[in-house]
């Protein structure tokens, strides 16, 4: 083992005898240059992605329409009722309707149904939580 440690020590001695005589004086102006050139393409890059974002959230807060008795009910008083993404707003769920239905809701209430510990054959589990939109 102490034959390669004296190796590894010439070797390194040599290494840094030759880095600071070739790259001190460039280093800094190239650091200079790419803080320069970072900070104008980070200020692009914030505005292209803040569009993209917004086109792909209204095509996932409308989960699926939500079909039980009680939504039937209230589809004879013109109140749709629909499985939601957990994170949307009222304002997100009433463009979405408005973009994929073409229909501008009146009012849009939201309900959140909590996850529940479920038994099933002896094993246990969790049935998920849920956001529905009517």
């Known amino acids: 083992m102490t034959i390669l440690?004296?190796?590894k020590k010439k070797i390194l001695s040599y290494d840094t005898e030759t880095e600071k005589t070739v790259t001190v004086a460039p280093a800094q102006k190239k650091s200079a240059q790419k803080i320069e050139s970072k900070h104008i393409e980070k200020v692009d890059t914030k505005k292209t992605?803040?569009?993209q974002q917004?086109?792909?959230t209204l095509r996932n807060i409308?989960?699926?329409p939500r079909v039980t008795e009680k939504a039937a009910i209230l589809a004879e008083?013109?109140?749709?009722?629909f499985e939601?993404?957990?994170r949307s707003t009222k304002l997100e769920i009433a463009r979405a309707v408005k973009l994929f239905y073409k229909v501008e809701p009146v009012r849009v209430n939201i309900?959140?149904?909590q996850a529940k510990k479920v038994v099933f054959?002896?094993?246990r589990g969790t049935r998920k939580a849920v956001k529905k939109a009517i």
């Open 77 to 81: 008083k013109n109140a749709y009722t």
């Open 62 to 64: 409308l989960q699926n």
């Open 54 to 56: 917004k086109t792909t």
């Open 5 to 7: 440690d004296i190796l």
């Open 111 to 113: 309900i959140k149904q």
């Open 49 to 51: 992605k803040t569009v």
């Open 121 to 123: 054959r002896g094993k």
């Open 84 to 86: 939601v993404d957990p």
